[in-house]
């Protein structure tokens, strides 16, 4: 055996000025990229009130048959066609519209727009407005039924006692013809042991 067919170091040699050519171009090629692309993060509206009525109630003490090809949608609990999902409880429900994956999914930030001093005083000035109206409106319908109630409730009373003394006359009257017709046959009754 020679030890001229053995290299003294096995190790293999990595060519250095190479390779750093190639991550300096690409480096190069990755900031061309990053300046090609539009940097400006997504703008996302602020958080608003919802406009709609969340349904709870539709399905609310209904039988579905669920089969293995019922679509998700149709299937048991409420369906979120925003985010493509089921959620089995109303609880939960709730909780994923309101939750950052549902909004982010309609294009919102869960960030609130600030409001400034004037529309808060314009809102609470509008809301008293609406209190104040209610409560005068309600008021006078609220009586006027009140008493249309009452005054219905009194006549009902006064038919079923008018309509309870003719039959307590009416009864009585029978009674005393029964008796009558009986005395004049010779018996003490028509055979009834009620009376």
Known sequence: MS??????????KWDRDEYEKLARKRLMDDLDDDRSKDLSPIKREMLKQRDYRVDLDSKLGKSVVITKATPSSQSGGYYCN??????????????????KKH?????????????????V???????????????KDYDLEQRLRELKEEEEKLKEYRKEKKKEKKRKHD?????????DMAALMGFSGFGSSKK
């Open 121 to 135: 005083k314009k809102r609470f000035e509008s809301n008293k407005k609406k209190m104040e109206e209610k409560k």
């Open 82 to 99: 925003v985010c493509d999902c089921v959620v089995k409880d109303s609880i939960n429900f709730l909780d994923h519209i309101n939750g």
């Open 103 to 119: 909004q982010r999914n309609l294009g919102m930030s869960m960030k609130i727009e600030r409001s400034s001093l004037d529309q």
């Open 171 to 179: 009864e009585l009257d029978d009674e005393s013809q029964n008796d």
């Open 3 to 12: 030890s001229n067919n053995r290299p003294e170091d096995h190790r293999r």
